[in-house]
Nanobody, 117 residues
Framework: QVQLVDSGGGMVQAGDSLRLSCSASGGTFSRYTMGWFRQAPGKERELVAAISWGRGTSKYYSDSVKGRFTISRDNAQNTVELQMSGLKPEDTAIYYC?????????WGRGTQVTVSS
């Protein structure tokens, strides 16, 4: 059974940094695209960052986080991480990791990030 556990959220002040981590078990995931979504109260879930399968040579960032967030993966550890710097109050949301391969997708349960001004 595949399970994703995301962690690393917390309460920080504007300008601080956080590192989110997502660890997967129950399979091997080198062929999976990995990424992070977030959902703020009253808003739709949005894709924040994604990294391509394999060595992760292709990365995507939403305009709102480009230049501040960095996504990385470790296939040996089945993990994906999101380094967030220069956090802003508008980054406040629940962050969910996801792994996707063709029509199969797995989600973490979410980790709360709260940024105060």
């Amino acid at each position: 059974q595949v399970q994703l556990v995301d962690s690393g959220g917390g309460m920080v002040q504007a300008g601080d940094s956080l590192r989110l981590s997502c660890s997967a078990s129950g399979g091997t995931f080198s062929r999976y695209t990995m990424g992070w979504f977030r959902q703020a109260p009253g808003k739709e879930r949005e894709l924040v960052a994604a990294i391509s399968w394999g060595r992760g040579t292709s990365k995507y960032y939403s305009d709102s986080v480009k230049g501040r967030f960095t996504i990385s993966r470790d296939n040996a550890q089945n993990t994906v991480e999101l380094q967030m710097s220069g956090l802003k109050p508008e980054d406040t949301a629940i962050y969910y990791c996801y792994f996707r391969y063709r029509n199969t997708a797995y989600w973490g349960r979410g980790t709360q990030v709260t940024v105060s001004s």
